[in-house]
């Protein structure tokens, strides 16, 4: 078995559902923000769920909810984002984000794009590069179950 990855018990906030995120997060609009159980939000994250601009120097990785305006109302829709995904480093922002889904680092996904899952975006504007092997779920799956379990707080 791996080392534990040891995290102050005072910087993150642990929900419920076994959530921990970062009090150096920066969450806006969470009514807009769904997050499955036993999620792992860092700090100098970014997840923008009221569709604000965000000023410069902001350098990190940053979603924003999808929107329509409809009959002259501008109406925000959950942002989803799937089971065991992984999100590079400054890629931007995002919509629907489907499980097992890869975004490369310095990816800049275009607004109210849908990552189906199992693909693998890169690049600026990001774009489909390839399918990615049946077999990664199950490796994804145990990479991050085995990372979450590891995850321990250094305060007990």
Do not use: W
């Not at 959530?19 to 923008?48: C, D, E, F, H, M």
């Not at 999808?66 to 799937?82: A, D, L, Q, S, V």
């Amino acid at each position: 078995m791996d080392a534990p990855i040891y995290y102050s018990k005072a910087e993150f906030i642990e929900t419920d559902t076994g959530n921990k995120v970062s009090r150096r997060a920066t969450i806006a609009g969470p009514q807009n923000i769904i997050l499955g159980g036993k999620t792992i939000i860092s700090s100098g994250a970014i997840i923008r769920g009221d569709l604000r601009r965000t000023g410069p120097g902001h350098a990190y990785t940053y979603f924003r909810p999808p929107y329509k305006t409809y009959r002259g109302n501008f109406n925000y829709y959950p942002m989803k984002i799937g089971d065991h995904v992984h999100v590079g480093a400054n890629s931007g922002k995002f919509t629907i984000i489907k499980d097992c889904a890869q975004v490369a680092d310095n990816t800049v996904i275009p607004p109210n794009t849908v990552i189906p899952a199992l693909a693998l975006f890169s690049g600026s504007p990001g774009r489909f590069v390839e399918d990615l092997p049946e077999s990664t779920q199950e490796m994804v799956e145990a990479q991050t179950k085995q990372y979450y379990t590891r995850f321990q707080p250094l305060d007990r």
